[in-house]
């Protein structure tokens, strides 16, 4: 009965239906960020596709407004619904005030969808937890936030989400400091997702954002070549 109603908690206290969602979330592709100097960085491990598909069609770091961006883990068709939701509410916030809204909004406005969707009948969680990063308008303040199922919003200065996330952020606690220089950060970041993706460097997507609406996903000659360099 507690795992089938989303209302009713359990003797234990928990909502079956969101403990779920979290496993979602940590069978899904690891995606990691990390706050550097003047920089953010985000990777993540996407699915690997056929020969015949269209690589474009599979992303894991999706652009919501010019500074801002969005990486996921867990459930890929319920990520499409919130970065669409983002989207249209950023322009939304854009067209009602003509300024820009911030990244802290944003991650606010998403936890807001998921929480929403914890206590309503006839639905179910969002099995996806959320990495949101980005400057805000005319900002030099790195921020990044994340957001897991149950709604939760929260600051990091270096998180991750999915497959192995304990194990990665127990090397983040060790290896991460702050205001690292981009190279740095970029080295370190590649050196870790390498040891826990499965498909190796061409499953892994990498994406740099900076002040002043600056977003760029890293080319994979660029990625070989640090990759080069670590070893």
């Known amino acids: 009965m507690y795992d089938k109603s989303l209302s009713i908690f359990s003797p234990e206290g928990t909502l079956s239906q969101v403990e779920y969602a979290l496993e979602a979330v940590k069978k899904g592709g690891l995606s990691l960020g990390m706050v550097g100097e003047k920089c953010i960085i985000l990777a993540a491990e996407r699915k690997a596709v056929p020969k015949l598909q269209d690589q474009r069609t599979v992303q894991k770091i999706i652009r919501i407004n010019p500074h801002t961006a969005m990486t ?112 740095e950060l970029l080295k370190c970041i590649i050196g870790i997702m390498m040891q826990y993706i499965e498909a190796g460097r061409k499953n892994l997507e990498i994406a740099i954002i900076k002040p002043g609406n600056h977003f760029q996903i890293v080319p994979d000659e660029k990625i070989e070549k640090i990759l080069s360099e670590i070893r």
């Open 72 to 183: 996921f883990a867990g459930i890929v068709s319920d990520s499409r619904s919130l970065y669409d939701y983002a989207r249209l509410q950023s322009q939304s916030f854009r067209y009602s005030l003509d300024i820009d809204i911030t990244v802290e909004d944003i991650a606010k406005q998403i936890a807001f969808k998921k929480q929403e969707y914890t206590q309503r009948a006839g639905v179910r969680p969002f099995g996806l937890s959320c990495i949101i990063a980005g400057f805000d308008e005319g900002g030099s303040e790195p921020k990044l936030f994340l957001t897991d199922p149950s709604g939760q919003v929260t600051r990091w200065k270096a998180g991750a989400i999915g497959k192995n996330s304990d194990k990665v952020l127990g090397i983040l606690e060790e290896k991460y400091k702050e205001d690292m220089p981009e190279d």
